[in-house]
C-alpha cells in the first residue's frame, strides 16, 4: 500500500516562503510523475505544479516564477518550493503521485498567508 507523507505547511506572511515536502513509501516502483494540487474555500481543486520521472515540470499560470517543484528519485520525495507567497495562495495543498495507472493523494497540509 503507497503511503504518502505530507509536510512543510503553515502560517506565512505576505512575500514570504514556504517549502512543502511529500515522501511516497510501500511501492517498489520509482513513480512516474508527481505534483502538486491546491483547493482553496469555495474553488475547485487545481494543479500548482508537477514534475515527471524525467525531470520535466509543469506550473499552474497563478505560479510561475514563483514556485519551483524538484524531486528525488531516491527518496521518492517530491519538493515544492514557494516563494513570493500571497494570500491568495492560501489553500490545502495536496501532494498526487502517479505509479503506473494508479493515482494516489496525500491528506492535504494547510498554507496560509496572512496579508
Sequence with gaps: QVQLVESGGGLVQAGG???LSCAA??????PNTMGWYR???????ELAALITSSG????G???KGRFTISRDNAKNTVYLQMNSLKPEDTAV???RVVIYEYDYWGQGTQV???S
Design 61 to 63: 499560470d497563478s505560479v
Design 56 to 59: 520535466s515540470t509543469m506550473y
Design 93 to 95: 495543498y495536496y501532494c
Design 17 to 19: 516562503s514556504l517549502r
Design 25 to 30: 513509501s510501500g511501492s517498489g516502483f520509482m
Design 112 to 114: 496560509t498567508v496572512s
Design 39 to 45: 483547493q482553496a474555500p469555495g474553488k475547485q481543486r
